[in-house]
């Protein structure tokens, strides 16, 4: 195309971007009726999200086109656009294909300009009203700058935001019209090269999961993993995402670290709490010393049999007088690991919990990863003082591992709070040398007590840990004492630190 056919089409495609930022707006903007209305204008506050991103990316917003750009195929681009301003601007059609009824739809006005003095001031206070809740609460504070270009899109159309009501009649068509936006947003996408691709699809991640950690509700939560299920991406990220909004449901199901601006449901039904929080199971008749092994010691971490098979259990001691104040929070923390099934988490399977009160102790009993074998352990402190050659690729290879279950355990708003070294096993057949162990999957042990995340739990519920100046070198400064901080997630990420140094 000469150089006029492409600056028109580029002026098209930023006038079809307008108007789909304005529909995005005009949806979130309406009332609706019902628990998927909900979830539409969850999935609609990513899209756009994703939309102006790749905007960003190519300079199609107001006042900021790149003149580098100026090869990016547009005119499909314009298309694509169009295709979507139409898909979220007819109600006709969004009746018709998808069973969204709407009223009150964008009249003429709006595109012939008509409009009264009042229009910016009052799109402001509609957007402010609408902004403050939900999902879109959290990206606003996470990414102020989508709500910016968004209010310069209303401000270049120059017309009023209309209120709508709308109704969704058919949930499977509502899958549909979000599968088509997503479709078209997706498209966009590819006409990045693969760097900016790759690079907005981190963003993207990166977003998701502090929306994660920042939901205060189960139903936020739950409508973020509807939209990463619904998702075309089958990618490892996208699952170890979803395992991490899945186990923070639990979390709050349970109160387990409680932030106080979080919320536990008093109203579920059992049905749908059975559902997502697993049962506990008592683990305490047939458990005995395994095969070769001397008496249990009922302390730290030993292997056991049950019911004819080779299980693991970290113990935590409790002293008579306080025993109920820690059976509660074990039962809880029990419940958490029962939970986890990705990966990512670097864990082994968490059978249940096994209390011993004439011993001082409760146990948390977990599964070994193959129960015909005859496993022992070895820690990564003491590998670090058996095994002084380990390559540098391995040594990354373990700290990835490391790095990723602390992302995966903030981003559900847990911590570990007991992360050190000698937490850090690995499972090899018994007789085995220590580079074998070293090649084994790390597993991460010996998480703290789950309690709320307040001051008053953390001076109630931490024990005061009995260890050498050694063990010391891994907690933070103000974590440590009697008048230690309550918990955060910085703490955790110098214990992180401190064994990769």
């Known amino acids: 195309m000469d150089p006029a056919t492409v600056i028109a089409v580029i002026a098209f495609a930023f006038q079809s971007f307008q108007g789909c930022v304005q529909a995005f707006e005009f949806f979130h903007a309406a009332k609706h ?15 756009r999200f994703r939309l102006i991103s790749w905007a960003e990316r190519v300079g199609a917003e107001p006042g900021r086109f790149n003149s580098s750009r100026i090869n990016l195929n547009w005119d499909m681009a314009r298309g694509l656009l169009e295709q979507l301003q139409i898909l979220m601007s007819n109600a006709e059609r969004l009746k018709e294909r998808y069973s969204l009824d709407v009223a009150g739809w964008m009249p003429d006005a709006v595109e ?26 959290l990206i606003k504070r996470l990414k102020p700058r989508v709500y910016t270009v968004t209010g310069k899109a209303i401000q270049v159309n120059n017309g009023p935001l209309k209120k709508a009501r709308w109704a969704i009649r058919d949930k499977t068509k509502l899958q549909r019209f979000i599968g088509d936006i997503r479709g078209i947003i997706n498209n ?10 790759e690079g907005a699809n981190t963003e993207y991640d990166h977003l998701i999961r502090n ?3 920042l939901s205060t509700t189960t139903s936020d939560v739950g409508q973020v993993i509807e939209v990463v299920n619904g998702g075309l991406s089958t990618s490892r990220s996208k699952q170890t995402i979803k395992a991490a909004a899945s186990f923070k449901q639990v979390r709050l199901l349970l109160g387990a670290d409680k932030r106080e601006d979080e919320v536990t449901p008093t109203s579920s039904s059992a049905a749908d709490t059975r559902a997502i929080v697993p049962y506990l199971k008592k683990l305490k008749r047939g458990l005995k010393p395994w095969p070769g092994e001397a008496d249990l010691r009922w302390a730290g971490i030993e292997f056991a ?15 008579d007088e306080d025993w109920d104040k820690f059976e509660v929070p074990t039962k809880c923390i029990t419940v958490l690991l ?69 992302l995966q355990l903030h981003t559900a708003g847990w911590m570990h709070k007991n992360l050190r070294s000698e937490n850090i096993i690995f499972l090899a057949a018994r007789g085995t040398d220590g580079h074998s162990f070293l090649r084994s999957e790390p597993y991460v042990v010996g998480y703290d007590y789950a309690r709320q995340d307040t001051t008053e739990a953390a001076q109630n519920y931490t024990q005061l840990p009995d260890t050498d100046l050694e063990g010391e070198l891994y907690r933070h400064p103000q974590a440590r004492g009697a008048n230690r901080e309550a918990y955060q997630k910085r703490f955790d990420l110098r214990c992180g630190a401190v064994i990769m140094v």
Not at 115 to 137: F, K, L, P, Y
Not at 305 to 319: D, F, H, M, P, S
Not at 357 to 377: C, F, M, N, Q
């Open 112 to 137: 012939s300009g008509q409009h009264d003095n009042n229009t910016s001031q009052g799109n402001d206070e509609t957007r402010a009203a609408v902004v403050d809740r939900g999902i879109a609460r």
């Open 33 to 47: 009726i019902g628990p998927d209305g909900d979830l539409l204008r969850t999935f609609l506050e990513f899209e």
């Open 211 to 213: 929306v994660i950690s």
């Open 338 to 406: 029962m939970s986890i099934t990705d990966e990512s988490f670097r864990s082994l399977r968490c059978m249940g919990y096994c209390p011993m009160k004439e011993r001082g102790a409760h146990g948390i009993v977990y599964e070994t990863p193959d129960s015909s074998a005859d496993w022992t352990l070895k820690s990564l402190k003491e590998l670090m003082s058996s095994c002084l050659f380990v390559s540098l690729a391995r040594r990354l290879e373990i700290g990835l591992a490391l790095a990723e279950t602390v």
């Open 188 to 197: 966009l996408h590819l006409l990045l090269d693969q760097a900016e691709r």
């Open 305 to 319: 049999e049950y019911n004819g098979r080779q299980v693991l259990i970290q113990w935590k001691t409790a002293r």
